[in-house]
């Protein structure tokens, strides 16, 4: 089945990445990877390094004539910005909101250097790149993603799931229209003060953060499981976002706001239509019992403020314990669009995974005979 591992430093060499279990038989565009890899690096308040990187993948293994043959697939994304991170100077002044003292606690490292370079968002790169890869598998099995930022710093936007039916037909004009905003929002009147939020925020030495949803279509009821707890959909999902650095909360769905609702309110009706049973709402966000129902996936995340600040917080120093102002990396001011494309990828490997479990991963040929015949049978009453 559809399982990675990523390898590399913030300022080492590259990144890379090994992807075991892609199907064979599936066509994969280098262009259309480092496509995902520059939706990444978009959105106002990103640091210099965005300018500096430009990341383009290397497919190392796994591919013949640009399709892949059921091998495992290497992955290589180069750090332009890397300047040989073994040469640098420690780093001994602790950073708060980062890895750093838990990291070189459980280590037993006395450079919190070595904490954060591997702790670093960078890595998130790659993940991209190998969310890529799934997300192109999803899109043959019929599957399109998008986000869109909900929230920046106190300003508020309109949410792009306007309703369950129909969304459907908007994913593919929805996508590079909210590329389009510079803070990869759909509401064009939100995005100019998150955009005003952000300069206030950076000429404050300060940072922001802010929440994003995930919606993803055209996926089959069936996917995930009720019977374990570790292979219920959603809860791999909220793993997947949770593991992205700064993500601090996830829903589905409704999410929190049912917990000031009576169930009667909030509990999506089922109705028959067209061979299909579908929802009259989709508040349950498309997952319900840790399975797909064949509704739109809907979730939302929350991703705290940058912790490092132009303007440092008071710290201490890890070898000596004096009193010390934090280390100031060169950081984003607001980073909330990227995490959007971050969480897109994670949620096309989870997709992906949940496809292969129920249809099989050894060809495309196989899955796609498997999905069809699956269709035919739900659509039936019989």
Known sequence: MFRYLTAGESHGNSL?????????GLKLSK??????????QIGYGRSRRMKMEKDRVRVLSGLRKQVTIGSPVCLLISNKAGAGWESMPPVTALRPGHADLAGVLKYGHGDIRNVLERASARETAMRVGVGAVARIFC?????????????????????????????????????????????????????????????????KGNSLGGTFEVVAVGIPPGLGSYVHWDRKLDGRLAQAVMSIQAIKGVEIGL????ANCRGSSVHDRIIYRDGFFRRMSN????????????????????????????????SVDFITGKRTQAEVQRSDVCAVPAAGIVAEAVAAIEIAKAFQEKFGADSMKEIKRNLKGYLEQIQTTD
């Open 16 to 24: 890379i990445a090994i992807v075991e279990g892609m199907p064979a």
């Open 31 to 40: 262009s259309r990877i480092d496509h995902e890899l520059a939706r990444r």
């Open 139 to 203: 899109e043959e099995m019929g599957v399109r993603i998008l986000s869109n930022v909900t929230q920046i710093g106190s300003v508020r936007a309109d949410s792009v799931v306007k309703k369950a039916q129909g969304l459907e037909d908007e994913v593919e004009r929805l996508i590079p229209e909210i590329d389009k905003s510079p803070v990869r929002c759909i509401d064009a009147k939100a995005s100019r003060r998150m955009k005003a939020a952000i300069d206030k925020a950076r000429d």
């Open 255 to 258: 999410g929190f706001g049912y």
């Open 283 to 314: 508040n349950a966000g498309g997952v319900e019992g840790g399975v797909t129902n064949g509704e739109p996936l809907v979730l939302r995340a929350v991703m705290k403020p940058i912790p490092t600040l132009r303007v440092p917080l008071p």
